[in-house]
């Protein structure tokens, strides 16, 4: 069994408020939860109303599975039009790590 993260840094366009921020981030966090099937929230400056990070959260019994899985995710993330992907960091861990 192997499990993977990616954590995504997000620069937020035209926002100006955290209500604004609410109104990007909470839709791509549920378009990755449905899409996918991941576990997804943000998880980062969410006292920043233009930032934001957004981790995602997978399980597979397959490497490849986990990796194609946070690849799909990180190009959802990136083709975004309303925010721009600043960096991202992943994860990957099997059941014998310890």
Known sequence: ?????LTADLL????H???????VVRPIVAELRRRYA?????????D??????????TVAADPTQVTDVLDACERLLAE?????LLSTHRQL???TDC
């Open 12 to 15: 937020l366009g035209d926002v």
């Open 48 to 57: 920043l109303h233009r930032r934001a990070q957004v981790a995602v959260a």
């Open 80 to 84: 975004r039009p309303e925010v721009t």
């Open 93 to 95: 861990f099997s059941d």
């Open 1 to 5: 069994m192997f499990t993977g993260s």
């Open 17 to 23: 408020s955290l209500k604004g921020k609410r109104a």
């Open 38 to 46: 991941v576990a997804a929230a943000e998880v980062g400056d969410q």
